[in-house]
C-alpha cells in the first residue's frame, strides 16, 4: 500500500522531486488528519527575493496549491480549506488585489475541469458578495458544478475574516431570535456552529502556515479552538509535497488533549 502511494505521489505529484518513501512510509493512513487548513503565506518575499513583481510569487503560489491539492486526494484527507484572500488584503495596492483576483478567475477557469474529475468539491467562505463580479460568477460556476462530488472537500477563504465570521453569525442569530425562530436561552457553541461559513464541515485538525510569520491572520478563529499548529519558514511558492507529508507525519506524533487527560 505505502508502495503504491509512493509510486502516485512521486509522478503526479512532484515530478521534480520523489517524495521521500522515508516520509510516506511513516504516515498512518487510518490516522490522517480529516482536515488541514492552510494560511498560504510568503508570496511576495518569495518574489522579492528574485528581484521579480509580487505578481510573480502569486501565480508561483497557484502552483503550489495545485500539490496541496493532489496530495490531499492521493492519500485520502477528507477538507482541505486555504486563506487565498483576507478582508484585511484589500488594504494592499490595487493593482495587487486584482492581480489576485485575476489570478482567482484564472485558476477556476483553467483547473475546475480537472477538480471535478479528481472529485474535488470546491466551496468558498468569505463575504462573496464583496469581491468583483467576475469573481463571484466564476466561484458560482465551479461550486456548482463539483457540488456532488466528495472525495475532497476545497474551501478557498475569499474576503474571508474570523472576526467578520462571527460577526455575520450574531447578526444572523439575533434577526432569528427577533423573528421568533430562536429561544435565546438556546443559544450554544452547535447554534453558533450553524451559522458560520464552515457550517457542515469538521473543525480542522491541523494548520499549517508556512513564511515564517508566528500568527493567526484572523483565520477561522473559531475553528481553530482545538487545531495542532505546524508551523515552517518555507515560503509558500517553495511548499512541495515533502512539506506536506512532514506536517502530517509531525502531527502524527503529537498527543492530542483537547483540555483532557490522556
Ligand atoms: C500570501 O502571500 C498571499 C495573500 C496574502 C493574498 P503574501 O502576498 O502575503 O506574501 P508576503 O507575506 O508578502 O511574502
Ligand atoms: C494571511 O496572510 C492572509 C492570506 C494568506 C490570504 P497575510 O500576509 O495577509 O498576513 P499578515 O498581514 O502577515 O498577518
Ligand atoms: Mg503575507
Redesign the pocket.
Known amino acids: 500500500m505505502a508502495k503504491w502511494i509512493s509510486r502516485m505521489l512521486g509522478s503526479a505529484v512532484l515530478p521534480e522531486k520523489q517524495a521521500d518513501n522515508h516520509q510516506i512510509n511513516e504516515i498512518d493512513l487510518s490516522r490522517l488528519p480529516q482536515h488541514v487548513a492552510i494560511i ?7 518574489a ?1 527575493k528574485r528581484g521579480l513583481p ?1 505578481s510573480v ?2 501565480r508561483a ?1 497557484v502552483e503550489s496549491l495545485r500539490t496541496a491539492v493532489k496530495v490531499c486526494t492521493n492519500i485520502g484527507i477528507k477538507y482541505l480549506t486555504v486563506y ?3 478582508t484585511e ?1 484589500w488594504k494592499r495596492p490595487k493593482e495587487e488585489v486584482d492581480t ?1 483576483m485575476n489570478l482567482l478567475v484564472e485558476y477556476l477557469e483553467k483547473e475546475v475541469a480537472e477538480l471535478n474529475q479528481q472529485g474535488v468539491q470546491i466551496r468558498a467562505y468569505g463575504d462573496l458578495a464583496g469581491l468583483p463580479l467576475a469573481a463571484q460568477q466564476a466561484l458560482t460556476r465551479s461550486i456548482n458544478l463539483t457540488a456532488k462530488n466528495n472525495k475532497l472537500v476545497l474551501g478557498l477563504c475569499l474576503n474571508y475574516g474570523g472576526r467578520a465570521e462571527i460577526v455575520q453569525a450574531v447578526n444572523q442569530i439575533a434577526a432569528e431570535v427577533k423573528a421568533g425562530k430562536i429561544d435565546p436561552g438556546s443559544i450554544d457553541e452547535e447554534v453558533i456552529e450553524k451559522f458560520l461559513y464552515t457550517r457542515d464541515i469538521p473543525d480542522p485538525d491541523l494548520l499549517i502556515r508556512p ?1 515564517g ?1 508566528l500568527r493567526i491572520s484572523n483565520y477561522l478563529l473559531w475553528q481553530l479552538a482545538y487545531t495542532e499548529f505546524w508551523l515552517t519558514d518555507v ?2 511558492p517553495d511548499f512541495r509535497e515533502e512539506h506536506f507529508l512532514q506536517a502530517i507525519v509531525d502531527y502524527q506524533k503529537r498527543e492530542r488533549r483537547f483540555g483532557g487527560l490522556l
Open positions: 498560504m503565506d510568503g508570496n511576495g518575499r518569495w522579492q509580487r510569487g502569486h503560489g487565498a484572500f483576507s488584503n489576485l513564511a510569520e515560503l509558500w
